[in-house]
């Protein structure tokens, strides 16, 4: 299993709770894989605290999600009781435990937290559960010209570091960094629809650059 114990402790702790659909996830569905009624089956790997479940909801999708953290998935339960079955504790890495495939998978800044390895297995499984033209949307997959990328230890490969102390990505567990060459290569088995790098500069307080990857996939 790939997925980082550290993110049920962060969930236990009530950080990382964000409550808010994802900007650039709402604008990326909106422009390029819009969900056209109800027999539309969205798959949100790392659903975290359900940020963006209302938005698929409120667009009449089939929504299911999966995270590693189980302290979260029985808040979301809780939260929705009316899909509480498409909601589930695992590994996306390894499987996806939901029958039938899909229209749209989605993650926000959830794949990229594993290492080269399980990114590769997990969009394995993606493309098989994938419709044809189905579609796969990647939002914040971290860069290698994020200010982070040469900071904490080095984890199972040289794109994959860990041990953070301080920072967004303090006791979370691994991180994933990705130039374009690498991304390519991990989206091989994909036609890439979209492709834009982004990149912040916090000028107060001077914190560095976060800098990321959005991808429109399709299979």
């Not at 950080?15 to 894989?33: E, G, H, Q, T």
């Not at 009449?60 to 509480?84: C, D, N």
């Not at 091989?188 to 560095?208: A, C, M, Q, W, Y």
Request: aromatic letters at 12%; a neutral charge.
């Amino acid at each position: 299993m790939t997925f980082s114990q550290e993110w049920d402790t962060r969930f236990k702790e009530n950080n990382n709770i964000s409550i808010w659909p994802w900007s650039d996830l709402v604008s990326f569905v909106m422009r390029y894989a819009r969900p056209s009624g109800p027999q539309f089956r969205v798959l949100e790997l790392g659903c975290g605290a359900g940020a963006n479940i209302p938005f698929f909801l409120s667009m009449g999708a089939q929504y299911y999600g999966i995270e590693g953290s189980p302290t979260i998935i029985k808040r979301l339960r809780e939260k929705f009781p009316s899909i509480q079955d498409r909601l589930i504790a695992g590994d996306f890495t390894s499987s996806i435990p939901f029958q039938g495939d899909f229209d749209l998978v989605v993650d926000r800044s959830a794949v990229t937290h594993n290492p080269t390895a399980g990114i590769k297995k997990c969009l394995e499984v993606v493309h098989k559960i994938l419709k044809d033209d189905g579609k796969y949307i990647g939002i914040d997959w971290f860069s290698t010209l994020h200010s982070d990328y040469k900071e904490g230890k080095e984890a199972e490969d040289g794109f994959t570091r860990t041990s953070y102390q301080a920072g967004q990505f303090a006791n979370v567990g691994r991180v994933h960094f990705s130039d374009r060459s690498h991304l390519e290569e991990l989206l091989e088995k994909f036609s890439i629809l979209i492709l834009e790098h982004k990149t912040v500069k916090r000028e107060i307080p001077d914190n560095g650059i976060f800098a990321a990857w959005n991808f429109v996939t399709k299979k």
